[in-house]
C-alpha cells in the first residue's frame, strides 16, 4: 500500500501536460516561420495562373470525364488517427468561402506562396504524430487545411465557413480589447439601414471573445445603453454576454434626431475609467460608429478625451447608400488611428467589419509580436459535415503571420494565422484514472474561470437521433460545477494560476443526478506553464488517499489476463497505440498482448498500470472458475440471474452470463456503449462507484435505468429490502440496505395507500426518519412515483 501524494502528482501531470501542449506551439512555430519566409521571397503577379486543388471541388469531373478545373485526383483514404475522416495525409488542400472568388489575383497568390507549408505539415506530424489539423488562414479568405479532405457544403451548395470568422483566427490576429459599439436610432436610420446597422453590431460581437470587454449604447435625441444593467461599464464579451446583446439590439427601434455628441462622451469616459481603474482588457480601446451621417461640431470631444495621444480608435460604418455625410465620417476614423467603410448593403457587412482586426493588428506586426494564443474549449461543428469531427471537444493553438519585406514593414500587413487542434481528450488521458481512486477526477479550467474539461461537463443534447451542443456548452463557470466551492476559493486560485490544497465536503451525484454520495474530497491545482489553463485534480478521502500495488509475474499474469471473459477499459490509456499508424486499430487488449509477448516491443506502454492489471487478473482468476462450476451445476444457480461480474481499480473486468442475448432481460448492461456501467475516462461503473461507499457487508441492490421501463420494480424488490430516504438539500433520495423483512402494512401501503406516514411506521426496526414515503425511488414506474 502506497500513500499517493496528491501535490506530487498534480505536479506530475501538468509537467506531462505542458510537455504535451509545448510541442504543439512548436509545429505552430515552424508553420508560422515557414509562411512568412515563403512570403518574402514571392513577388506579387497580378496575372498568375494556378491550379490548385480547391477542397469543394477535388475529384470531380464534367459529363466527358476530364478534371474540372481546380477539382484534380486528390487521393483520399480513411485514416482512424483522423476519426476515420477520409485524408490525404501528403498533401493540403484549400477551402475558398463561397462569397469569395476561387480565382482572384490575391487568392491565387496566397495559395502559390504557401504551398511551401505542406513539406512542414508533413513534417510536423511525423515528428509529432498526435497532431491532429494543422491549417493556414489567409487574411484574403482562404484556408489551407492539413490532412486534405473533400469539403462537404450544405444542402443549398454553400460553404458559409471562413476561416476569418473564426476564434482562433481573431484571437491571434489581435490583442484583447475593450469595445463600445455606439449605433445611430434616429429617425432616418428606418428600414433597411436600421436591419444593416443590426446586422454590423452582431458582426461585429461575433469578432469578440472571452478575453474582450464590450458595451452597446444606441442614441438619437438622448444616449441609452441597450442593457440598463450594464450602464457605464464594460462587460465580459464571453458567448451569454454577446447573446444577450443580440437580444436587446433585435429591440430597437427608430425615433428622434442623432446626436453623437452625447453618446460619444459617454463612451470615452467608460473606456478612461477603465483604463485607469484597471479594469477590462488593459489593452486596446476602439469606439464603433454605426450611422448614416454625422452633423454636430463633435471635434471638441475628441479634443477633450483622445486627442494628442489618440488612445482610443475610433472606426466607422457610413450605413446606406448616401455618400453625403461620407467624408464627415470618414474624417472622424482617419483623425482617430481608425478605419473608415460604407456599408450600403447586407452582403458588404461581413467584409467591411474585419477591416477593424486588420488595423488591430498593425502594431502587433510591426512590433513583430508572435503571441502564441489558446482558444477556449469548443467543437468545430462548423468546419466538419461529421458527428464524428463536429462533437469531439478540443482546443486550438495560433499564431499570427506577418509581412517581412522591408518596403511594407511599416504597413504592418498582416497575412494570416497559422494554427492546430488539440483534443482535450488526449491531453486528458495524461491525467489516468486508476491513479486517481473510485471517486477521483482531474479537470482544467481557463484564465477566465470556464471548464476546459471536467467529468461533470455535459456540453450536448438529443434532439431526435442526433446529438447537438448545448447554446453554452464552452462558457460553463467552474462554479457552476464545482458547486460546493460557495467562497469561490479554489475557482479564484486556479483563475490566478495558483498551486495549492483545498478539502471540501460534497454531495457527488451519480446515475446522471438520480442519487447523491456524501464524500471528503481534497483538491490539488497548479498551473500548466506556457498556456492560460490550469490542472485541477480531486482525490477522496478514504479510496483516494492509497493505491495498492501487486506483483505477478508476465507469464502468469498473461495467461489469467487472455482469458475470454477479461476486458480491460478500452478508453484508458494501457498502451499508446495512436504514435504509429500501424497500432491505431489494435485495441488496448491487443495492445497490451502484442507488447508482453515482445510482438511490438517500441510500443509506449504504462508500466505501472500494466503491473497492477497482470496482478489483478492473477487474483481473479478462481472468480472465473467458481462461476463456470455454477454454470454446469443444474442446481448451482438460482433462477433469474443472467450476468455476474466483477471490477477492478485497474479498468479490468470478468463477465459471464448465463442466459443468451435473446432471453436476457438487461441486453445494454455492461455493452460497450453502456457508459454508465463500465469503464471510461471519465469515470469508474456506476455499480463500482456506489458498492465503494457501502459499509463493509452490505449489499447494494442496483437497478439500471434502462431497465426498469414498464416494469414496477417496488414490487418485487427483495423481500429483505427497505427503502431508506434522505433528505439532501430539497430533493430526497432513496438507497436501498439490507435490513429485517418487510412488515406486510409497509407494501400495502407503498403500492396503495399513499398517505404521508412517516417512515418509522413501517420500519419499525430501523431508525425513525421523520419523512414521508409517498417519494419513491426514482427509475421506477410512474404508478409508484409521485
Not at 506531462?16 to 509545448?22: A, D, I, P, S, V
Not at 445603453?225 to 436587446?248: I, S
Amino acid at each position: 500500500m502506497e500513500e499517493v501524494d496528491g501535490e506530487e502528482l498534480v505536479k506530475k501531470f501538468a509537467e506531462e501536460m505542458e510537455r504535451m501542449l509545448g510541442r504543439k506551439m512548436k509545429s505552430v512555430k515552424r508553420l508560422a516561420e515557414a509562411a512568412e519566409d515563403a512570403d518574402l521571397y514571392h513577388e506579387f503577379n497580378a496575372t498568375l495562373e494556378f491550379d490548385y486543388y480547391n477542397s469543394m471541388l477535388i475529384n470531380s469531373v464534367d459529363k466527358d470525364g476530364n478534371a474540372i478545373e481546380l477539382g484534380g485526383e486528390f487521393p483520399l483514404e480513411e485514416n482512424e488517427h483522423f476519426n476515420k475522416l477520409q485524408v490525404n495525409t501528403l498533401q493540403s488542400d484549400i477551402q475558398v468561402p463561397t462569397n469569395v472568388y476561387n480565382k482572384d489575383p490575391g487568392i491565387l497568390n496566397g495559395v502559390y506562396m504557401s504551398e511551401a507549408l505542406n513539406d512542414v505539415f508533413v513534417d510536423n506530424f511525423q515528428k509529432d504524430p498526435t497532431l491532429t489539423w494543422q491549417y493556414f488562414g489567409s487574411a484574403t479568405g482562404f484556408f489551407r487545411l492539413y490532412p486534405g479532405i473533400a469539403w462537404t457544403p450544405d444542402e443549398n451548395g454553400v460553404v458559409t465557413f471562413d476561416c476569418r470568422n473564426r476564434n482562433w483566427y481573431i484571437q491571434a490576429a489581435t490583442s484583447p480589447k475593450d469595445i463600445i459599439i455606439v449605433v445611430d436610432v434616429s429617425g432616418s436610420m428606418k428600414g433597411l439601414r436600421l436591419t444593416i446597422a443590426k446586422h454590423t453590431i452582431n458582426t461585429i460581437l461575433d469578432t469578440l471573445g472571452e478575453n474582450d470587454f464590450v458595451n452597446v449604447i444606441a442614441y438619437s435625441d438622448y444616449v441609452q445603453y441597450v442593457e440598463p444593467c450594464f450602464k457605464g461599464t464594460l462587460v465580459q464579451a464571453d458567448l451569454d454576454n454577446r447573446e444577450h446583446f443580440k437580444l436587446l439590439v433585435e429591440e430597437l427601434q427608430v425615433k428622434g434626431e442623432g446626436k453623437v455628441k452625447k453618446a460619444m462622451k459617454e463612451s470615452f469616459k467608460i473606456l478612461n475609467e477603465a483604463a485607469s481603474l484597471g479594469q477590462g482588457s488593459l489593452c486596446n480601446q476602439a469606439i464603433m460608429l454605426i450611422t448614416d451621417g454625422a452633423m454636430e461640431d463633435y471635434e471638441e470631444v475628441f479634443q477633450e478625451f483622445n486627442w494628442p495621444e489618440r488612445r482610443v480608435r475610433v472606426f466607422t460604418y457610413l450605413i446606406g447608400r448616401e455618400v453625403t455625410f461620407a467624408d464627415t465620417v470618414k474624417w472622424i476614423a482617419c483623425n482617430n488611428k481608425g478605419y473608415y467603410t460604407h456599408v450600403s448593403t447586407l452582403a458588404d457587412v461581413q467584409e467591411n467589419v474585419m477591416e477593424y482586426l486588420h488595423v488591430l493588428s498593425r502594431p502587433m506586426v510591426i512590433n513583430h509580436d508572435h503571441d502564441i494564443i489558446w482558444t477556449e474549449a469548443y467543437m468545430d461543428s462548423a468546419l466538419f459535415n461529421t458527428q464524428a469531427q463536429s462533437l469531439l471537444l478540443m482546443t486550438s493553438v495560433a499564431m499570427p503571420v506577418f509581412s517581412k519585406k522591408k518596403e511594407t514593414l511599416s504597413h504592418g500587413i498582416l497575412l494570416g494565422v497559422v494554427g492546430t487542434d488539440v483534443p482535450l481528450r488526449e491531453l486528458m488521458r495524461l491525467a489516468p484514472r486508476y491513479k486517481l481512486g473510485v471517486h477521483g477526477y482531474a479537470f482544467l479550467n481557463t484564465n477566465n474561470g470556464y471548464i476546459l474539461a471536467h467529468p461533470d461537463l455535459r456540453p450536448l443534447y438529443k434532439e431526435g437521433k442526433k446529438l447537438k451542443p448545448k447554446p453554452n456548452y464552452n462558457s460553463v463557470d467552474l462554479a457552476e460545477v464545482e458547486w460546493e466551492d460557495t467562497d469561490e476559493t479554489l475557482r479564484t486560485a486556479m483563475v490566478k494560476g495558483e498551486t495549492g490544497t483545498l478539502s471540501l465536503d460534497v454531495r457527488a451525484t451519480v446515475e446522471k443526478g438520480r442519487r447523491v454520495m456524501f464524500l471528503k474530497n481534497d483538491y490539488f491545482y497548479t498551473t500548466i506553464n506556457e498556456t492560460p489553463f490550469s490542472l485541477g485534480m480531486v482525490l477522496t478521502r478514504g479510496h483516494g488517499e492509497y493505491i495498492f500495488i501487486g506483483n505477478v509475474s508476465v507469464r502468469e499474469g498473461l495467461n489469467d489476463l487472455m482469458q475470454p471473459d477479461v476486458s480491460i477499459a478500452n478508453e484508458w490509456t494501457y498502451c499508446e497505440t495512436d504514435i504509429d499508424p500501424h497500432h491505431r486499430k489494435l485495441t488496448q487488449l491487443q495492445a497490451v498482448f502484442r507488447y508482453l509477448t515482445g510482438k511490438e516491443p517500441d510500443l509506449e506502454c504504462d508500466e505501472e498500470l500494466l503491473r497492477q492489471t497482470l496482478f489483478d487478473a492473477v487474483v481473479t482468476a478462481p472468480m472465473e472458475a467458481y462461476w463456470t462450476a455454477l454454470m454446469l451445476n443444474p442446481s448451482g444457480m438460482d433462477e433469474g440471474v443472467e450476468t455476474a461480474f466483477l471490477g477492478t481499480r485497474s479498468g479490468l473486468m470478468r463477465v459471464t452470463r448465463y442466459v443468451g442475448i435473446e432471453k436476457r432481460v438487461a441486453k445494454k448492461f455492461l455493452s460497450p456503449s453502456d457508459k454508465e456501467n463500465i469503464f471510461t475516462m471519465d469515470h469508474f461503473p456506476v455499480w463500482y462507484r456506489r458498492a465503494a461507499e457501502y459499509p463493509a457487508g452490505k449489499f447494494l441492490y442496483y437497478i439500471p435505468k434502462e431497465d426498469t421501463r414498464g416494469r414496477d420494480y417496488f414490487l418485487s424488490a427483495p423481500p429483505h429490502t427497505v427503502v431508506i430516504l434522505q433528505r439532501i438539500n430539497s430533493c430526497q433520495v432513496c438507497d436501498c440496505l439490507i435490513q429485517s423483512p418487510w412488515q406486510p402494512a409497509c407494501l400495502a401501503t407503498a403500492s396503495s395507500d399513499r398517505q404521508r406516514a412517516p417512515l418509522s411506521r413501517r420500519c419499525p426496526e430501523w431508525h425513525p426518519i421523520p419523512y414521508v414515503v409517498h417519494y419513491f425511488c426514482p427509475g421506477f414506474t410512474e404508478t409508484h412515483r409521485e
